[in-house]
């Protein structure tokens, strides 16, 4: 508490000529900035101990923090005041595709799993460190929702680039639904690679010449060597 919310002297002078509610308000949005990066959106996001720590220090009753206005034209001052004071700027249109991507060249190759909130825990952290402040959470879901899939598009392109016409068409035949399931020989007809991919419930050595067979006929695709070379091993465990 005293290392993330103590006002220094500096600070305490950029609420000069705020009272009551707004000197509060102020003063917590100014501490709660430092700590997340963020601005809070309403009341209930700063916890009542900082609240409290905070108001002894502007001596300011703790009361007064619920009269705080959050949408009002004394907070839009306060958020400008506070983004210039700590060396920020607003999140722009123009900050959309550095963030693209950083997070398709930093973020994603790392990660095994799209973990949507570490995801945006490494989004956030990059535009802190670059004195962003970050959009809302929504926005700022599809800013990652865009830089997932121009990651995916440019790692498809990139393997794709490497196969030659007979491999395509090798992999579009087995792409395409031309065979009953083995194990389910009622069910609808199914791609190849369906059935290729489907165990065998029939233990035995029928079962795994079958096996082998299937194994065979991936093997006959004739993949080449170094197809994944680049692709991020986290990325190709998914």
Request: overall charge negative; aromatic content about 6%.
């Amino acid at each position: 508490m005293i290392d993330d919310w103590t006002l220094l002297p500096t600070e305490q002078a950029l609420l000069a000529g705020s009272q009551e509610a707004n000197r509060l308000g102020l003063a917590v949005m100014l501490k709660a900035f430092q700590y997340e990066g963020r601005f809070p959106a309403r009341t209930r996001d700063v916890p009542q101990a900082a609240v409290e720590f905070v108001s002894r220090q502007v001596g300011v009753e703790v009361t007064q923090f619920e009269r705080y206005d959050w949408r009002g034209r004394s907070s839009s001052t306060h958020r400008a005041l506070i983004r210039e004071f700590c060396g920020y700027r607003a999140f722009a249109e123009a900050d959309v595709p550095p963030l693209v991507d950083w997070m398709c060249e930093h973020a994603l190759p790392r990660e095994e799993r799209q973990d949507l909130l570490k995801l945006k825990a490494l989004a956030l952290d990059h535009l802190r460190d670059s004195r962003i402040e970050p959009p809302t959470h929504a926005q700022l879901e599809r800013h990652l929702a865009s830089a997932e899939r121009t990651f995916e598009t440019k790692l498809c392109g990139l393997v794709f680039s490497r196969l030659d016409p007979a491999r395509v068409q090798a992999l579009d035949d087995l792409l395409r639904a031309t065979v009953a399931d083995e194990d389910e020989p009622e069910a609808d007809r199914t791609s190849l690679i369906h059935s290729l991919r489907t165990d065998s419930r029939r233990p035995g050595l029928e079962s795994v010449e079958q096996q082998i067979a299937k194994l065979g006929r991936l093997r006959a695709v004739g993949l080449p060597r170094g197809l994944f070379e680049g692709v991020p091993i986290g990325v190709q465990r998914r």
